[in-house]
């Protein structure tokens, strides 16, 4: 009896100590609310907002802003610079706190489309990188450069819970 309740409290321990390294280890991903604590709205410059970052495949903007007041458009390069978004809207967002996945290594343009938002200084653009760019350092090691692996945090995410259910698994067999 003793003996049981010792082991349950240290494979609990255990398990609490992996999920706790596994999920530091995971979050490799990065949110970032546009414009910090200042969020979507007038008056801020967020072209020195978004230069203070490096934005890679994976991570995720978050637009924060008093749903109405302003709205997301992620658009062409020539909206961007027009503030025109009679066309070349990509996405609309306009819930006042909308997630957007960074899923693609690309240059990304956001505007604001209220009148006169976008001129008035609503509106960035960010670089996007692949993630294991920044990971993988020189060729030096060159095991097989042609074929860089692109993993994201969110893969690297589903491996982790994939390990996790195999551990619950394996704990539940051991204590049972
Ligand atoms: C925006 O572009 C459309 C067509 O591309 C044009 O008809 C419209 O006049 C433009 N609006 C402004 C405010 O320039
Ligand atoms: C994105 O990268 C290009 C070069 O590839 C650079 O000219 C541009 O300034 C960068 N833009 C931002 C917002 O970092
Ligand atoms: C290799 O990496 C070093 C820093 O880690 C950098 O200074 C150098 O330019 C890199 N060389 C190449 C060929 O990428
Ligand atoms: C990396 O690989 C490229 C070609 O694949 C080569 O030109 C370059 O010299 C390599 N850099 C290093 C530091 O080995
Ligand atoms: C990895 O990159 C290749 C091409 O570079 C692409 O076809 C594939 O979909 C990418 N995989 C992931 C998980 O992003």
Redesign the pocket.
């Known amino acids: 009896m003793q003996e049981i309740m010792v082991s349950n409290i240290f494979f609990s321990f255990l398990l609490a100590s992996l999920v706790y390294l596994l999920l530091l280890h995971g979050a490799k991903c990065e949110t970032y609310t546009v414009g910090d604590e200042d969020h979507w709205s007038t008056g801020v410059n967020y072209l020195t907002w978004s230069g203070k970052y490096n934005f890679v495949v994976a991570d995720i903007l978050v637009f924060v802003y008093p749903k109405g007041a302003h709205d997301v458009n992620e658009v062409t390069e020539a909206t961007f610079r027009s503030c025109n978004a009679s066309n070349g809207v990509l996405s609309k967002y306009n819930s006042g706190n909308d997630q957007i996945k960074l899923t693609d290594a690309k240059k990304y343009w956001f505007i604001c489309d209220i009148p006169g938002h976008c001129l008035g200084g609503m509106r960035f653009a960010i670089n996007v990188t692949e993630a294991s760019a920044a990971a993988n350092t020189?060729?030096?090691t060159?095991s097989n450069?042609t074929t860089t692996p692109n993993k994201s945090c969110a893969s690297e995410r589903g491996r982790t819970m994939i390990y996790l259910l195999l551990l619950c698994g394996l704990l539940l067999k051991i204590l049972g």
């Open positions: 020189n060729n030096t060159g450069p």
